[in-house]
């Protein structure tokens, strides 16, 4: 029972520090180091070995962050170039994706007033075959890049 | 709307918006605000001063690159030390696969980082303590003492779950008892 006691205190003592205990519980504690000096010198040994954490300080090269700083902005630099040829890329696209549907409503409209085809019903197949796809492929190419984002990240974090 | 919206932001929510935009005066902000943090969370993981320098400009290159995935909905402390981590690890494996990890191991003893650093006599006597520690006791023991993170966040940095951390924060801490204790072995 003794060695129960002790254990326990010491347990509570690594949690408290730990993560924190309930109130109940520190004062089980407390009372228990109050009594026994083997517990009272544990608790002191763990603050002091805290404590001494505190005192490690490493020298830091006053121009270390300075290059940093400069590396990160020739990253910049360099990656900037291609936001703006991304940004432009997506206009031309959306601007041949709305001019292309334009043109094809057009042709779609003169072929089905040849063949003698429905207004509803050519426009229907227009809009099932034409502009639906086009709207699943652009949410499949914004989803799918987050998905693989989120698919990578749970990879680096698996590794370990 | 949008300026009382930006100004309720939370500070990590205001990182968040910098990162995304690569604002560069705002991340230029963090990489001095954090970098004797970031240095000393390498050492401390790696315990190889040089290599953790290294690692602290990998650290800000590859968050550039991951910006898009902190959405300041947490703290960024653990975000940040979650992408030194798999940096440092990725080194550290790197290392044991080309067998320099062994030379390194050597030169341990005679340059650790932990006694050129130590300021007190206490912190002289745990450095051999700290150095002879799994990298990922003293990464819990750092994070928790240190940082002030919760078990949760340290947790997120670690790809562990929180008893584990728990677990590994007594660990660490029996190991400095010992070496206060003038002694390698745990109490």
Known sequence: MQSDTHQRARVLVDRALAEGISPEDQRWLTRHTDECVECARYTEMSQRAIRALDSFAFEIDPEASRRVQDAVRERLIATRPERRSLFAGVVAAMVLTIGGSLVMWALAGWMAQRWGIPARAWQAGFALFWVLPSILLDVLLVFGQRFIGEHVAVEEGEKL | ?187
């Open chain 2, 1 to 187: 709307m949008v300026a009382v919206a930006i100004a309720d932001e939370t500070e990590p929510q205001r990182i968040a918006r910098a990162l995304r935009r690569k604002d560069p005066d705002v991340i230029d902000g963090l990489v001095s605000q954090y970098h004797y943090r970031l240095l000393r969370y390498l050492t401390f993981l790696t315990s190889r001063r040089e290599h953790a320098e290294d690692l602290v400009q990998e650290t800000w290159l590859r968050v550039l690159e991951r910006a898009w995935q902190y959405n300041g909905s947490s703290r960024f402390e653990p975000w940040l030390f979650a992408i030194a981590r798999n940096l440092a690890m990725d080194d550290l494996r790197k290392r044991q696969r080309t067998g320099s990890q062994a030379e390194g191991e050597m030169a341990e003893e005679s340059d650790s980082p932990f006694r050129a650093a130590a300021r007190s006599e206490d912190a002289m006597r745990i450095s051999a303590a700290l150095g002879a520690l799994e990298p990922i006791y003293r990464e819990a023991l750092l994070l928790r003492f240190q940082e002030d993170l919760s078990l949760a966040e340290i947790a997120e940095v670690a790809g562990a779950p929180v008893a584990t951390v728990s677990s590994r924060i007594q660990r660490g801490l029996a190991m400095l008892r010992g070496g206060l204790e003038g002694n390698n072995n745990a109490i």
